[in-house]
Each structure stands twice: as structure tokens, then as C-alpha cells.
């Protein structure tokens, strides 16, 4: 695994940032239920407004981690939602760097950016319901289902047919605890 540069985004790199979560997310995987499902990705059109507007909020970042060629291999958001508490969202890899541990390198530093920054003990992220693959690795990584849902917003998606059922499920965890710790 080759050593990544991590920094946080400003406003010059929201156009790069932008393509990279776009395609990140609307990649086809060979892996059932991890990247691609339900035409979701094909539908998928973030506004770069939303990268601005992240990169501009306060107590809310753009993290962008690059190679030792300063290429723009990953990426992933946060913000502090109270004393304690920080949301991990858009967590976003090149779609020719997958597979290679940059997804973890990337969640492992927005932890330690949250903790260093803002002083919060717990992160919080969500995924869709309808990805195993993609639930059991937010597991593996010390995440926690909190028994909670948020409601899919199937108005946006109105031409697709998708399951009653589909939402996000909330995860969270304590930060400055191992995987090993998490699971105790």
C-alpha cells in the first residue's frame, strides 16, 4: 500500500473534487452490492455547489487524499454536528485506485481529523440498505449499526423501481478505539 498525502480541500479544488465523487460513484463493480446498485449510480448527479458548499460551512471539510504524484486518488466529508458528535459522508476513491486500502486510510484519517480538530468522541456515517458488502465493511472498520434508519429519497428516483424498504442505515463509532476494542 503506498503512502497517501492527505489535506483539506479549498474552493480551487471543488471542480476536481467533484469528478472524482461523481465517477467514484457511478463506477460499476465486478462485486455484487458494492459500488453499483439498482441504477442508483447511473442516476447519481452530484452538484459541484454541494463541494462548495461543504468546503465554505464552518466546522465542515472536503478531506482529499493524493498520491506521491500529488494525483487526487480519494476523498471524504465531514462536519461537526455538536460537542461530540462528527458526520462522515461521501467517502469517494478513484475508481482505478479501489480495492487497495485507500477507502480505510481515508475513514481512519477524517477519525483522527475529527478527534484532533474538533475534539469529538463519535463519527457517524450512513449506507444503503441494499449493500451488504458495503455494511458488513463499515462493520470491519469498527462501525456500529445503531439500530436507526433514514428514509431513501425514492421522490428523486422516481423512474427507477426500487424496494419499499430501501433507506440508509445509520452506523456509528467511539473514536480512539480500535476494531478489536469496538467489537468488546
Known amino acids: ?21 461523481e465517477t467514484a460513484f457511478r463506477t460499476t463493480d465486478s462485486r455484487k452490492d458494492w459500488t453499483d446498485n439498482l441504477g442508483l449510480a447511473y442516476d447519481f448527479h452530484p452538484h459541484i455547489q454541494e463541494i462548495f458548499d461543504i468546503i465554505n460551512k464552518p466546522e465542515s471539510v472536503m478531506l482529499m487524499a493524493t498520491n506521491n504524484q500529488n494525483t487526487l486518488v480519494g476523498a471524504i466529508g465531514t462536519s461537526k454536528r455538536d460537542a461530540n458528535y462528527a458526520r462522515l459522508f461521501r467517502l469517494a476513491v478513484d475508481t482505478s485506485q479501489q480495492r487497495g486500502g485507500i477507502g480505510r486510510q481515508l475513514l481512519e484519517y477524517a477519525e483522527d481529523y475529527c478527534q484532533q480538530t474538533w475534539g469529538v468522541t463519535i463519527a457517524g ?18 462501525y456500529k449499526k445503531t439500530g436507526e434508519t433514514t428514509p431513501f429519497p425514492c421522490e428523486k428516483f422516481a423512474d427507477l423501481v426500487l424496494p419499499d424498504d430501501l433507506c440508509f442505515v445509520e452506523f456509528e463509532k467511539v473514536l480512539g478505539k480500535t476494531s478489536a476494542e469496538q467489537a468488546a
Do not use: K
Open 125 to 142: 456515517l450512513d449506507a444503503l440498505s441494499c449493500r451488504p458488502s458495503l455494511l458488513s465493511w463499515y462493520s470491519r472498520c469498527g
Open 1 to 21: 500500500m503506498n503512502a497517501l498525502n492527505f489535506r483539506v480541500a479549498t474552493e480551487e479544488d471543488a471542480a476536481q473534487l467533484h469528478q472524482l465523487i
